[in-house]
């Protein structure tokens, strides 16, 4: 009986690479790796000696496809528009992610700064929500660019779930090609609040040679608890097979990650977060609770504690390469 054709990419993403005398696994093998690394001596034995890699590796193969999702779309988006202006030395970018479609985004600089941290924002906000807050990331030594989602501020298009996983790819794509001349500082940081968590997730996941870290603030990566919580079928086999791949990319993310959680987050429960961290393959983890805080009040009630956080991990991934 001969074997089942395998479409090209499907055969990529489970291909055996050897590079620089090491051998690096698939995608799928790598998440099974580091699920169970710490039950598997022959493994850790292979990587001390450097001969198998299993450390920050970008997932190969498609995206996924989030759209068994996008049903409840309606339900988690609301985009409003962003009569701001930039303030001065801040730059308004539009990003193409599809045909005729641009998000905006909010470039603010910092000159010689130890890193840039790409920011996508949470529900019901836009990026001249974060004028406020930037000089604060700059105090940090860092440039902050923050990317609206479809339907939001002056984005194009309708906001559904799986576009905004995939355009956070595209984003960050963008922003690679045009680093040199939008002058990004250092090392890139994604970061992902409350809903962005996902957009911040999928660019760790796939991009991580380009990282040194990731933060989320206030935001988990239990889609499973999402698709309950609003409803979806928890047997329908497309929302099943996304789970397991979901969850799977979330293991093969090593880069190093700080979460900064409210300790009374209403929406979004400290151990939603705290599930999130575990399920991810990185050595270099801890997350920052703001003792009393909820979901949107941790820059009132902690934003010395939040802030002191953040530049400790900055100093942390740009004095230890990231990886």
């Known amino acids: 009986m001969s074997e089942p054709a395998i479409a090209p990419e499907a055969a990529a993403s489970t291909r055996w690479i050897r590079t620089a005398g090491r051998i690096v696994p698939p995608a799928p093998v790598l998440a099974a790796a580091v699920r169970c690394r710490a039950r598997c001596p022959l493994l850790a034995r292979l990587e001390r000696a450097d001969l198998v890699h299993t450390g920050t590796v970008s997932v190969s193969g498609p995206p996924l496809d989030y759209s068994p999702v996008d ?23 539009r ?12 470039l603010h600089p910092c ?12 529900n019901g906000e836009v990026v001249g929500d974060y004028d406020g ?35 956070a790819g595209v984003v960050f794509e963008q922003l690679l090609a045009r680093r040199r ?38 935001g988990s990566g239990e889609l499973s608890r999402l698709a309950a919580m609003l409803g ?6 497309g929302l099943v097979a996304l789970l397991e791949a979901h969850d799977a990319k979330l293991a093969s993310i090593e880069l190093p990650v ?9 929406l979004i429960p400290l151990a939603s977060a705290e599930s999130t961290l575990a399920r991810l393959g990185s050595r270099r983890r801890r997350i920052e609770v703001i003792p009393g805080a909820g979901h949107n009040d941790l820059w009132w009630r902690g934003r ?7 530049e400790r991990f900055v100093l942390e991934v740009t004095a230890g390469g990231g990886g």
Request: proline share 8%; with cysteine; net charge negative.
């Open 232 to 237: 979806l079928d928890p047997a329908d086999p």
């Open 95 to 106: 990003i193409p992610v599809a045909d005729g479609v641009e998000l905006a985004a909010r």
């Open 181 to 218: 001349a939008l002058d990004l500082p250092g090392v890139l940081i994604v970061k992902g609040r409350s809903l962005g968590a996902h957009c911040a997730l999928e660019v760790a996941a796939r991009h991580a040679a380009d990282l040194a870290g990731l933060v989320i603030e206030s």
């Open 304 to 310: 010395a504690r939040y802030f002191e956080a953040l």
């Open 71 to 93: 049903a409840i779309s309606a339900q988690i988006f609301y985009p409003r528009p962003d009569p701001s202006r930039p303030p001065e030395g801040v730059t308004d970018l």
């Open 111 to 122: 000159p010689g700064g130890r890193a840039t941290i790409v920011l996508f924002h949470g």
């Open 133 to 167: 807050v930037a000089r604060d990331y700059v105090d940090c030594g860092c440039a902050l660019l923050v990317s609206d989602f479809r339907g939001y501020g002056r984005s194009d298009g309708h906001p559904t779930f799986s576009a905004m996983v995939r355009d």
């Open 258 to 266: 700080l979460m900064i959680h409210g300790e009374r987050d209403e």
